[in-house]
């Protein structure tokens, strides 16, 4: 009887340590963007570091429209981690334009890179600013996007009606790249990370020069709008290929953002992962290297930081503030 006794014992102490691994097993979904961006990379690349690097997990990266998708995704916790910009973020928390009707309950994980915002065209478009894309055949971005939405407004911002002075199309970044070399459509707009490959793509085509339109005057009026989301950057000259003048434009801040009802030691593993590991992460895109513990701040992004991210970050010494 002991050893029938000390048999179900080791029998259930077993099933017991089966199940304990069970529960910490985990299917992650990252979503990202298209695959000419960089959202896709970058999420590629941290869903190989959760799955490496955190026993029993198992993520993917999926591809989307975009940062509005993505957002909607998560809001419907049918994704578990999204790459997303803050304007469209701030829309989402407050339940307005794209998501009217709709608040997403949204935690930052992260501050990523300051996304910057291009304006695309080639040399013969007769386009030095944005107010020359009146009349013009121009992609404000993909539906769902948050491309879509900051085109708007810098297309608003600059006194033009994005649906009435421009024929408007609502391409990705790489469908514009080859609608631009197809003699297609006259410009793009594209918020991402530098360099972006589908920008470098058009850059690089034989018989078209790359010309990235300023428009870093607009940022002023966007914030009397919409709040202080955006700030005057620069792409330097020689970022892509024909590019000799530096770019001036708007940038606003990526970020990495869950459902706040993910588990707190889901999160802290999650951001962990991505500071412990970061020199992998830049070698899947140089935008990684710039996610610091710097720009981890409270102002960078309008949704609340995760307590697990927190915990993390407290742990390094950083304050968010």
């Given at each position: 009887?002991?050893?029938?006794?000390?048999?179900?014992?080791?029998?259930?102490?077993?099933?017991?340590?089966?199940?304990?691994?069970?529960?910490?097993?985990?299917?992650?979904?990252?979503?990202?963007?298209?695959?000419?961006?960089?959202?896709?990379?970058?999420?590629?690349?941290?869903?190989?570091?959760?799955?490496?690097?955190?026993?029993?997990?198992?993520?993917?990266?999926?591809?989307?429209?975009?940062?509005?998708?993505?957002?909607?995704?998560?809001?419907?916790?049918?994704?578990d981690i999204a790459f997303a910009m803050a304007d469209a973020?701030?829309?989402?928390?407050?339940?307005?334009?794209?998501?009217?009707?709709n608040k997403v309950p949204l935690k930052t994980l992260a501050?990523?890179?300051?996304?910057?915002?291009?304006?695309v065209t080639v040399d013969g478009k007769n386009i030095s600013s944005v107010a020359d894309l009146k009349g013009k055949r121009v992609s404000t971005g993909s539906q769902g996007s948050a491309t879509e939405v900051m085109g708007f407004r810098v297309l608003e911002a600059a006194g033009l009606n994005p649906e009435k002075d421009i024929t408007r199309e609502r391409l990705g970044v790489a469908e514009s790249t080859n609608a631009m070399k197809d003699g297609k459509i006259?410009?793009?707009?594209?918020?991402?990370?530098?360099?972006?490959?589908?920008?470098?793509?058009?850059?690089?085509?034989?018989?078209?020069?790359?010309?990235?339109?300023?428009?870093?005057?607009?940022?002023?009026?966007?914030?009397?709008?919409?709040?202080?989301?955006?700030?005057?950057?620069?792409?330097?000259?020689?970022?892509?290929?024909?590019q000799t003048a530096v770019n001036k434009q708007v940038n606003v801040w990526n970020i990495l953002v869950v459902h706040e009802s993910m588990p707190d030691d889901v999160a802290y593993n999650i951001v962990k992962t991505?500071?412990?590991h970061k020199a992998e992460w830049v070698a899947t895109h140089k935008s990684a290297a710039e996610v610091v513990m710097e720009n981890q701040r409270s102002g960078n992004s309008p949704a609340p930081f995760h307590p697990g991210a927190l915990r993390y970050f407290t742990e390094k010494g950083v304050k968010v503030n």
């Open positions: 009887m002991k050893r029938l006794a000390l048999g179900l014992a080791v029998a259930l102490g077993l099933g017991l340590a089966t199940s304990a691994q069970a529960q910490d097993s985990r299917a992650m979904s990252i979503v990202t963007g298209g695959t000419g961006g960089v959202y896709y990379p970058l999420g590629g690349g941290l869903a190989n570091m959760l799955t490496k690097y955190v026993p029993n997990w198992a993520a993917t990266a999926e591809v989307t429209g975009g940062s509005v998708d993505n957002l909607k995704l998560v809001g419907a916790e049918r994704a973020s701030l829309d989402a928390l407050r339940a307005e334009g794209k998501f009217k009707g501050v990523l890179y300051p996304n910057r915002m291009h304006v006259d410009a793009y707009f594209w918020v991402g990370g530098v360099p972006t490959s589908a920008v470098t793509d058009l850059g690089a085509t034989p018989g078209l020069t790359l010309k990235l339109v300023d428009h870093a005057d607009l940022a002023e009026k966007m914030n009397a709008k919409w709040g202080p989301l955006y700030s005057a950057g620069e792409i330097p000259a020689g970022a892509y290929p024909g991505m500071f412990e």
